[in-house]
């Protein structure tokens, strides 16, 4: 039985380890805009039946629980959650707030191909062309494209998603283009690639795509953006507690080690 304690409480380690990664990143991206912060899932192993449960005893009545022996815990998976970060009001022409469902639509690289990447962040500029892009290590550009003229005084979002600009010599608005938001029918499968970036796979389900405000899709709030949801008290609550549990399983291994040293030495008499 000690040895099953050893590799039991190895696993354990071994789950709040990876637990403590992922409460690591999630504290590293606090203020990192549009960040989604991810959970750890946990799930037990195979069980050693000794005794199954309803088993005849000696009246020929069924014992009411068996003898069963767990083998430890593993990661069933990683979760994000969804749920709306807090708004920073920057006043900025080009930041973006989505209030409510959808996710921004731009375009990047992954292993040299071009494909379209989702997002939360809506901290967009202007490159040297005058096309919006992600404010990010990259520049991505936002899909579908929409160019800024050089000679632009102001920059108008509507909640619709519909982008205008007054040029010099114009007084009206002339609308560039318009957003298209995408959502989908599970978003905690999409691939997190890096940069505040989601790829689509098989789990997330293919891209719904619409226009703000269409079909259940949110709201566009200009000068405002969406932080992380990530808080920090709670994180470092779950911290402690995966500390304490990876202690816990510590001295578990300690206990078994000690008990099989006992064994061992009985052995020599």
Same mark, same amino acid.
């Given at each position: 039985?000690?040895?099953?304690?050893?590799?039991?409480?190895?696993?354990?380690?071994?789950?709040?380890?990876?637990?403590?990664? &992922?409460l690591a990143n999630n504290l590293a991206n606090v203020n990192t805009v549009g960040f989604k912060r991810s959970r750890v899932n946990f799930e037990d192993l195979l069980y050693q039946?000794? %005794?199954?449960?309803?088993t005849p005893n000696a009246q020929n009545e069924p014992v009411p629980h068996g003898i069963q022996v767990g083998l430890g815990v593993s990661i069933a998976g990683t979760q994000q959650?969804?749920?709306?970060?807090?708004?920073?009001?920057?006043?900025?022409?080009?930041?973006?707030?989505?209030?409510?469902? +959808?996710?921004?639509?731009?375009?990047?690289?992954?292993d040299g191909a071009l494909i379209t990447a989702y997002t939360r962040n809506g901290n967009f500029t202007r490159n040297s062309l005058g096309n919006i892009v992600l404010a990010n290590?990259?520049?991505?550009?936002?899909?579908?494209?929409?160019?800024?003229?050089?000679?632009?005084?102001?920059?108008?979002?509507?909640?619709?998603?519909?982008?205008? &600009? %007054?040029?010099? +010599?114009?007084?009206?608005?002339?609308?560039? +283009?318009?957003?298209?938001?995408?959502?989908?029918?599970?978003?905690?499968?999409?691939?997190?690639?890096?940069?505040?970036?989601?790829?689509?796979?098989?789990?997330?389900?293919?891209?719904?795509?619409?226009?703000?405000?269409?079909? +259940?899709?949110?709201?566009?709030?200009?000068?405002?953006?969406?932080?992380?949801?990530?808080?920090?008290? %709670?994180?470092? &609550?779950?911290?402690?507690?995966?500390?304490?549990?990876?202690?816990?399983?510590?001295?578990?291994?300690?206990?078994?080690?000690?008990?099989?040293? &006992?064994?061992?030495?009985? %052995?020599?008499?």
């Amino acid at each position: 039985m000690a040895v099953l304690a050893l590799h039991s409480a190895a696993t354990g380690m071994k789950a709040q380890d990876t637990k403590l990664d &992922v409460l690591a990143n999630n504290l590293a991206n606090v203020n990192t805009v549009g960040f989604k912060r991810s959970r750890v899932n946990f799930e037990d192993l195979l069980y050693q039946i000794k %005794r199954e449960p309803g088993t005849p005893n000696a009246q020929n009545e069924p014992v009411p629980h068996g003898i069963q022996v767990g083998l430890g815990v593993s990661i069933a998976g990683t979760q994000q959650s969804f749920i709306p970060g807090s708004v920073d009001r920057t006043e900025e022409p080009l930041d973006m707030r989505i209030d409510g469902e +959808g996710f921004f639509q731009v375009q990047t690289i992954q292993d040299g191909a071009l494909i379209t990447a989702y997002t939360r962040n809506g901290n967009f500029t202007r490159n040297s062309l005058g096309n919006i892009v992600l404010a990010n290590s990259e520049g991505a550009l936002l899909e579908p494209a929409i160019t800024i003229p050089p000679d632009t005084l102001d920059i108008a979002i509507g909640n619709n998603g519909e982008i205008s &600009v %007054r040029q010099q +010599g114009n007084p009206d608005l002339a609308i560039q +283009g318009t957003l298209q938001l995408a959502r989908f029918v599970n978003p905690e499968g999409l691939e997190q690639i890096g940069q505040n970036l989601f790829a689509q796979t098989v789990a997330s389900g293919p891209p719904v795509i619409a226009q703000p405000q269409t079909d +259940g899709f949110g709201a566009i709030q200009q000068g405002q953006l969406e932080m992380s949801n990530v808080d920090p008290v %709670r994180e470092l &609550v779950q911290l402690i507690l995966t500390q304490r549990a990876f202690e816990i399983n510590s001295q578990t291994i300690q206990s078994a080690d000690e008990a099989l040293q &006992v064994v061992a030495n009985l %052995r020599r008499f």
